[in-house]
């Protein structure tokens, strides 16, 4: 059974991503950037769990704007398997020529979700940290 491999991305709105971004890399050490080039985290335990929607652990939810990306080794097995399973299936599929190719699922609650099969060489990246 195809199953979710990781965290992909996560993608959110700001008014100013250029120092949104410069904040996130200067006080938490992400490297946030509009390219290609992702930053790598350490290997670890990841947390995925669904909140009330008036939670308010994670902020207002009025100002939830998230989406959350899932790696998975193989992009046209799992979005059939989803299809059959009766979930909303995007039929676009986006391939990229860096990062890989891209799918997308709205899950119960109206939540796109995207789907990512990383290119090999994605894959093959040492992992690192960028530092000029």
């Given at each position: ?16 991503p ?27 335990p ?22 959350l ?42 939540n ?11 894959l093959?990246e040492p992992a ?5």
């Open positions: 059974m195809e199953r979710v491999t990781g965290i992909g991305g996560v993608f959110f709105r700001a008014k100013d250029a120092a949104l971004s410069e904040w996130y890399d200067k006080h938490l050490g992400i490297y946030l950037k509009d390219d290609d080039d992702p930053w790598w985290p350490d290997r670890g990841t947390f995925i769990q669904p909140f009330r929607s008036a939670e308010e652990f994670f902020g207002m939810p009025e100002h939830q704007t998230s989406m990306n899932f790696r998975v080794r193989d992009l046209d097995a799992m979005l059939a398997q989803l299809r059959e399973q009766g979930a909303d299936v995007d039929d676009h599929i986006s391939t990229t020529s860096g990062p890989g190719r891209y799918g997308w699922v709205t899950d119960p609650e109206g796109r979700v995207e789907l990512w099969e990383p290119s090999p060489d994605m093959e690192r940290y960028k530092k000029d």
